[in-house]
C-alpha cells in the first residue's frame, strides 16, 4: 500500500515534496514488509485433510463399517468400526487415504 501511495506523491506533490513523499513512503514500505516478514516467519501453512483429525462429523449412511460421513460441508468415506448410525455425531480419529477413521462422539 505505501509503494502505491509513494509513486502516486511523486506525481502529485509540488517538485520539492515529491522526493521526500516518496522517500517517506518508501521507508514505511519497507518497515510494513520486514515487519510482515517477521510476523508471519516459521508458520507452518494448516491444510490437507489432516487437519480434520479430531474434528466432529454426522453420519450421512451408516457405517457398519464402512459408510459415509458429513464434515465441513463434504461428504467423506469412512470407517467406524464401533457402528454409527444416519444422523448421529462422531469424531474423526485418523486418515487412510482418503478414508476417514471415524468413532461415536462422546457426550460433554
Known amino acids: 500500500m505505501f509503494l502505491i501511495l509513494a509513486f502516486v ?9 515529491n522526493v521526500v513523499g516518496f522517500a ?3 521507508v514505511l514500505f519497507l518497515g510494513e514488509l520486514f515487519g510482515w516478514n517477521r510476523t508471519v ?9 489432516e487437519t480434520l483429525i479430531g474434528k466432529t462429523a454426522t453420519v450421512v449412511s451408516p457405517c457398519r463399517p464402512n459408510g459415509q460421513v458429513r464434515i465441513r460441508r463434504e461428504i467423506w468415506a469412512a470407517r467406524c468400526e464401533a457402528g454409527a448410525d444416519p444422523g448421529e455425531t462422531v ?4 486418515l487412510d487415504d482418503l478414508t476417514l477413521g471415524v468413532e461415536p462422539a462422546r457426550p460433554a
Open 9 to 17: 506523491l511523486l506525481l502529485v506533490l509540488p517538485a520539492e515534496w
Open 24 to 26: 517517506l513512503c518508501l
Open 41 to 49: 516467519r516459521g508458520r507452518r501453512n494448516k491444510v490437507g485433510a
Open 91 to 94: 469424531t474423526v480419529v485418523s
